[in-house]
């Protein structure tokens, strides 16, 4: 089947998420280093990287303490920070003619900031929207058909091995790894990764590629 739509993970994929864990720090009045530091300990042990808030507020409820944070320090599209080589990548793809999808692992709040930004691109969801989040099967048939595609039609870009090339391969997708933020680094050399880049202003060849062997 054809490659025709290129789905790309938002966090640490497109949007340095600095801003936000900033955010955080300064909600938990924690300095940023340390809740930085926190953050990479559990990336690296394969925890659940929302166990932090037990960190500093231990049995505190992680969907309360959002919605409480949210409630005072709210997310806006200063928090949706591109990453420098991501306007020229998504403007070379639509030149190329691909259709471009833009959707993570995010509440609702922070994928209308990056609607906000007005990318060039098809669609921006995430899966506070799709009802269903990465690695869950579902969740990468939802962002296919979003964009009227079939999973197998899909190249499926991100930085989490588990979410962005184990979980999407699975779904029939072509998975690329990104080597960026901290998941991104830690798990680099993972043998699951079969196309990788470290940075979107390579991805536009590895696409043309991809496609014209499909």
């Known amino acids: 089947m054809t490659l025709t739509t290129v789905v790309f993970d938002l966090g640490e994929t497109l949007v340095d998420e600095t801003p936000l864990w900033q955010g955080w720090a300064d909600y938990l009045g924690v300095p940023a280093f340390t809740l930085f530091g926190v953050l990479g300990g559990l990336v690296a042990r394969g925890q659940d990287h929302q166990d932090f808030l037990q960190a500093f507020r231990p049995g505190a409820d992680w969907a309360t303490t959002r919605d409480a944070k949210e409630e005072q320090l709210p997310w806006g599209a200063g928090e949706a920070l591109l990453y420098p080589d991501v306007l020229a990548c998504l403007g070379q793809l639509r030149r190329d003619g691909w259709r471009i999808v833009v959707g993570g692992n995010q509440p609702a709040a922070f994928q209308r900031a990056v609607e906000l930004l007005d990318l060039p691109v098809d669609v921006v969801t995430s899966s506070a929207e799709l009802g ?59 043998p699951a990764i079969g196309h990788q880049v470290r940075s979107l202003d390579a991805l536009p060849a590895l696409l043309a590629s991809l496609r014209s062997s499909s």
């Open 132 to 190: 269903i989040a990465k690695p869950a099967p579902g969740f990468y048939a939802a962002i296919a058909a979003r964009a009227a595609a079939e999973p197998e039609e899909c190249v499926h870009v991100g930085d989490r091995v588990d979410n962005d090339v184990v979980g999407a391969s699975a779904a029939g997708m072509t998975a690329i790894h990104v080597v960026r933020g901290p998941w991104g680094h830690l798990f680099a050399d993972d």
